[in-house]
C-alpha cells in the first residue's frame, strides 16, 4: 500500500512520503502496538517529537515491525528547553539514542521562540552542523509564522526543507502557506483532519461533522478524514494523521481512490474560519512551556 501513497521531494532532494503517522497524545504504552500496526499497513514516516515522550517506543516498533531503518522516514522534533547550539546538539543524542538510530530523516525546531530569538537561531545553527555531519537527512522549523521564518532565513544559511503547522478546514493560515511555498519550504499539516477542533474543549466544532466536508464524503464514497487528507494531497502539502484506532490508522492511509475538483478543493478551503486551535506561536516561551527533557 505504501507505494500508492505519493512522494514529496524536500528542497534539498531529499524524499518522503507525503503521508506520515502521527503520535501526539499517544501514550508511551499504546504506542508500539499502534506503530507497529501503522507500519504494517503500509505507512513509511512517522512524526514524533522529544516533547511527546514516545521516541523510545517509536524506536521500538520500528525495530519490531520488521521493516527495514532505510524504509521508513523518521522526523522528530527538538523541545524549546534543549534550544542553544551546544543543547541542541545533545538534543540530537537524546532523540537518537531514544529512537535507536544513528541518523534521524528530518530533525525540526518544535516552536519559534519570538523572545529568545537568538537561542532559536543557535539551535537552527546546531541543526544545520548535523545536517553537514550527516546526523540529519534534512531540517526544518515547526510552527514559524512568516516572520519567524524571515527572521531566521537572515541570521541562518540553510533554508528549512519542511515548516510544520497547523492546517485543516477550519484554520488554513493561507499567509504561512504563502511564505512557505514562496521560500521553497514544504509546509507539513499537523491536526490535519481538525483533530485540535474536536480533541480539545474550546468549544470548536468538529470537521469530522462539517456539512460541506460529509456531503464531499458522500459524493466521493469516501469518510470525512479521507476526503481532509485527500485535499491535503492535492494541494501538495504533507500530512501527519494521529490515530490509535487499527480501523482508522488504516482509513488514514486509503486515500488514493478518488479525486476532488478545483471546485471541491475551493468549497473546503472557503470552510476557514481563522480561528487558531493550538498556542499563539508569539506566546511560547520558556517560562510558560519550558520542560526538561529527559536523557536517553
Ligand atoms: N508541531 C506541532 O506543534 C504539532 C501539534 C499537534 C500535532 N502535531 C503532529 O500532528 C499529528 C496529528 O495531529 P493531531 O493528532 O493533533 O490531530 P489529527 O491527526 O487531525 O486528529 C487526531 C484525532 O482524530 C481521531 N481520528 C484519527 N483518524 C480518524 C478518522 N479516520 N475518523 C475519525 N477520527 C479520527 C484520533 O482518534 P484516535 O487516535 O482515538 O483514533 C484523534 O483523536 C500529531 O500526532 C503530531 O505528530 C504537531
Given at each position: 500500500m505504501a507505494d500508492t501513497i505519493p512522494t514529496l521531494t524536500l528542497n534539498n532532494g531529499v524524499e518522503l512520503p507525503a503521508l506520515g503517522y502521527g503520535v501526539f497524545q499517544t501514550p508511551p504504552d499504546e504506542t508500539v502496538t499502534a506503530t507497529v500496526e501503522a507500519l504494517r499497513v503500509g505507512y513509511r514516516h512517522i512524526d514524533t517529537a522529544a516533547a511527546y515522550g514516545n521516541e523510545r517506543e517509536v524506536g521500538e516498533a520500528l525495530r519490531r515491525s520488521g521493516?527495514?531503518?532505510?524504509?521508513v522516514f523518521l522526523e522528530t522534533k527538538v523541545w524549546i528547553s534543549d534550544y542553544g547550539y551546544d543543547a541542541t546538539l545533545h538534543a540530537f543524542d537524546k532523540s537518537a539514542g531514544k529512537l535507536g538510530v544513528d541518523t534521524i530523516d528530518l530533525l525540526i525546531l518544535h516552536q519559534a521562540l519570538p523572545s529568545r530569538f537568538d537561542l532559536t537561531v543557535e539551535a537552527y545553527q546546531a541543526l544545520e552542523t548535523l545536517l553537514a555531519d550527516g546526523k540529519v537527512r534534512a531540517i526544518g522549523v515547526s510552527n514559524f509564522m512568516p516572520e519567524h521564518l524571515d527572521r531566521l532565513l537572515a541570521e541562518t544559511s540553510v533554508v528549512p526543507a519542511v515548516n510544520q503547522v497547523e492546517v485543516h478546514p477550519y484554520f488554513r493560515q493561507p499567509d504561512v502557506l504563502a511564505a512557505n511555498a514562496k521560500h521553497g519550504i514544504l509546509t507539513q499539516a499537523w491536526s490535519p483532519i481538525g483533530g485540535i477542533t474536536f480533541y480539545r474543549d474550546t468549544g470548536h466544532t468538529s470537521t469530522l461533522q462539517d456539512p460541506t466536508i460529509l456531503r464531499l464524503a458522500e459524493a466521493h464514497g469516501a469518510t470525512p478524514a479521507q476526503v481532509m487528507l485527500r485535499w491535503h494531497l492535492q494541494q501538495g502539502r504533507s500530512a501527519i494523521p494521529k490515530s490509535v484506532t487499527p480501523s482508522r490508522i488504516a482509513e488514514n492511509l486509503d486515500v488514493t481512490g478518488f479525486e476532488l475538483s478545483a471546485e471541491e478543493l475551493a468549497a473546503i478551503d472557503a470552510l476557514d474560519t481563522g480561528r487558531r486551535g493550538g498556542p499563539e506561536p508569539d506566546a511560547i516561551t520558556l517560562e510558560t512551556f519550558g520542560r526538561e527533557i529527559p536523557e536517553a
Open positions: 521493516v527495514p531503518r532505510d524504509e
